[in-house]
């Protein structure tokens, strides 16, 4: 039997994977740690994650996030 992993909390993946000098997605805004280890976090840990990569979509750093700016 194969086992299946079922969570109600969705990648937040747009499907834009261009990284900033932080090594943080421009797309979606998880770290490349936290995008290669989603599988792996319970649903808390992922709802931790998306206020994590709320808080840096927010936060207007000069060269950081410009991809914000055409979407």
Not at 11 to 23: A, F, L, N, R
Not at 28 to 57: G, P
Request: glycine fraction near 2%; charge should be neutral.
């Amino acid at each position: 039997m194969e086992k299946t992993i079922d969570s109600s909390v969705k990648s937040p993946c747009i499907k834009v994977c261009k990284y900033d000098s932080e090594k943080n997605c421009m797309g979606c805004h998880r770290s490349m740690d936290e995008i290669t280890n989603w599988i792996f976090y319970n649903d808390e840990q992922k709802r931790q994650v998306l206020l994590n990569a709320e808080e840096r979509r927010k936060t207007p750093i000069a060269g950081k996030n410009d991809y914000d700016y055409y979407v």
